[in-house]
């Protein structure tokens, strides 16, 4: 399986802008559909974004369409989250992890994930 470790989590004010990092590791990065999900307190872990195996092709939930970039870099085996406008039901632990298409459902090793808090 691919080896998963975010970065870029932080604290920040409604508005702001914060830039996840996933870090691939173990088998070829570039042979996976990647994602991004999140969870907040208290709720399940929800579907946020994904990216094809190319970087062609991008999906996003609906609460963050048109605010958030999902982005990779093969040659890095590093995919990318840019976040803008943040609000604070943003804030939740925001995790990588490889992604079934259509379904949007996660694979089976997770990351220690980072934590992303927007105050209001």
């Known amino acids: 399986q691919v080896q998963l470790v975010e970065s870029g989590g932080g604290l920040v004010q409604a508005g702001g802008s914060l830039r996840l990092s996933c870090a691939a590791s173990g088998r070829t990065f570039s042979n996976y559909i990647m994602g991004w999900f999140r969870q907040a307190p208290g709720k399940e872990r929800e579907f946020v974004a994904a990216i094809s195996r190319s970087g062609g092709s991008r999906y996003y939930a609906d609460s963050v369409k048109g605010r958030f970039t999902i982005s990779r870099d093969n040659a890095k085996n590093t995919m990318y989250l840019q976040m803008n406008s943040l609000k604070p039901e943003d804030t939740a632990v925001y995790y990588c992890?490889?992604?079934?298409?259509?379904?949007?459902?996660?694979?089976?090793?997770w990351g220690q994930g980072t934590q992303v808090t927007v105050s209001s």
């Open positions: 992890n490889t992604v079934d298409l259509p379904t949007r459902q996660p694979g089976d090793y």
